[in-house]
């Protein structure tokens, strides 16, 4: 087994070494949370998120879509999702080169199964709602053989009673069947993908256990199975395998390495959904694993998280023994892998999100990122805040450079550029913390504020924050 650690801390928008491996942080005026990545059909990215409400400059259209070169570079940003709160959600490419989002709207306290269909450049074709009495949630969406679009989650009459269920709908996104496949305990569908039958998958939790749900191609359930022990075990991801079988991906606590953690779980079935083996790894004593994909030479490759969510890639062999793992970090703020993508190189993007902009990080085969040291010369100072909007109080962090030997200060302006509050004498720190209170220790308003670093020799952009209420 070989064990890679990379901790990635940088500070340029991008760094490309070459095509098989890059880092990219992308920066937007909008507070972007990645949700998920696919590659397009012209060998590019899109990633797929939602908008923080509160620092929502496009106030009717809180989902985002984001297309991004084979380079990590920004090429488009589009938004949707109309007036009403977003959350959750999948990406999938449709077979016409354009996009098909399955997530979730909420509206006078109920959550919605919202579909979209885009065209290749981002731009809306078409979107509905749909839903029962209570809530119901998208998760996950994938093409179905016959040009249309499938959707799994969860829904419930009042958040506790959840049940898996799928929604189809033709290529027009009209509704087709909707069908609630009912268990015994509160459970929900996480990850759902198509067979090489033109039938479907669901993988989730069923009764505290990894869950498996097959279905046919009119929503009849074939069979369904859980595998775990008598604690707590989750299902993110399944695929089916090139012999016919299936392959899960979760979490276990009934089976950790480290007593009272959890590890990483993959499950083995055939083809009838019975359990052939199962793997477990620890990681940095706990581990999850969120996507995964079969490779070329039959084996499996899943990534997920260690620890306090660093993102943590592994690839094993067909039977699952482990032949490499990789950890990667970025910056000084733990931030999880969201999702993961195949590359035309073989290669795979891990999708991420890093202060509300979107972090890609782009492996080769082996799960390599080669960053060189020095490779450009940047003196920018890192400035950003978090949380962010915020409450109570929020952590302002900068990056130091050795170069300047004058004492800096931070300084808050409030919307109309007066000053609000200064931080002196803070050369030799990395962050302040300002609990919303003016130089004077007198609470400030809720609303918009400004903040930059200040420095003898030059100054920071400046950043925004908002204080609620």
């Known amino acids: 087994m070989k064990r890679k650690t990379v901790y990635l801390f940088i500070l340029l928008t991008i760094i490309n070494i070459s095509l098989s491996s890059w880092v ?30 509160s620092m929502n400059e496009h106030p009717e259209n809180v989902f985002f879509l984001m297309k991004v070169d084979i380079e990590g570079n920004m090429l488009w940003q589009e938004f949707l999702g109309g007036e009403f709160a977003c959350n959750g959600g999948d990406i999938k490419v449709a077979p016409d080169g354009g996009f098909i989002i399955g997530a979730s709207r909420t509206a006078y306290m109920y959550s919605h199964i919202y579909i979209a269909k885009t065209n290749p450049d981002g731009e809306l074709e078409w979107e509905n709602t749909f839903g029962q009495e209570g809530h119901s949630t998208g998760i996950s969406v994938a093409c179905t053989n016959d040009s249309g679009y499938i959707v799994t989650g969860y829904t419930s009459l009042d958040q506790r ?18 069908n609630i496949y009912d268990t015994t305990t509160s459970d929900y569908g996480k990850s759902i993908s198509t067979t090489n ?28 199975n859980n595998y775990g022990g008598t604690d707590l075990d989750r299902g993110y991801d399944a695929v089916q395998t090139g012999d016919g079988g299936f392959i899960a991906i979760g979490k276990t606590h009934s089976f950790p390495t480290v007593p009272g953690l959890y590890d990483a779980y993959l ?12 793997r477990t790894y620890n990681g940095d004593e706990a581990a999850e694993g969120k996507n995964i994909f079969q490779t070329i030479e039959g084996g499996y490759i899943f990534a997920g998280n260690s620890g306090v969510y660093t993102s943590y890639i592994v690839k094993t062999d067909e039977d699952g023994f482990e032949e490499w793992e990789t950890y990667y970090t970025y910056g000084d703020y733990p931030q999880p892998t969201i999702d993961m993508c ?3 190189d073989e290669g795979y ?30 003196n920018k ?28 200060e931070l300084i808050i302006y ?17 962050s302040v913390i300002w609990n919303a209170k003016d130089d004077e220790g007198k609470d400030v308003s809720p609303g918009t504020y400004l903040f930059q670093l200040t420095t003898k020799n030059s100054n920071s952009e400046v950043k925004k924050m908002i204080l609620l209420k």
């Open 161 to 178: 009673d959840r049940n898996f269920y799928t929604i189809k709908v033709d290529e027009n996104g009209e509704e087709e069947w909707f």
């Open 342 to 344: 195949e590359a035309v």
């Open 197 to 224: 039958n033109g039938e479907f998958i669901i993988c989730g939790e069923i009764n505290g256990d990894i869950g498996l749900v097959k279905i046919n191609s009119i929503g009849e359930e074939v069979w369904r």
């Open 381 to 408: 100072k890192e400035l950003y805040c978090f949380p962010n909007p915020f409450k109570y109080n929020t952590n302002i962090s900068f990056s130091q450079n050795i170069e300047y030997i004058c004492n800096e």
């Open 24 to 53: 990219s942080l992308i920066e937007t005026e909008v507070n972007d949370h990645s949700m998920g990545i696919e590659q397009t059909i012209d060998g590019n990215y899109i990633v797929f998120g939602k908008i923080y409400e």
């Open 349 to 378: 993007v891990i999708c991420s999100s890093y202060y509300g902009n979107v972090l890609l990080i782009k492996l080769d085969n082996n799960g390599n990122v080669s960053i060189e040291e020095n490779i450009i010369e940047n």
């Open 414 to 430: 409030n919307i109309k550029g007066q000053k609000v509050k200064k931080f002196l004498n803070i050369k030799n720190k990395s």
């Open 267 to 278: 499950v083995k079935t055939d083809s009838e959904g019975n359990e052939e083996w199962y």
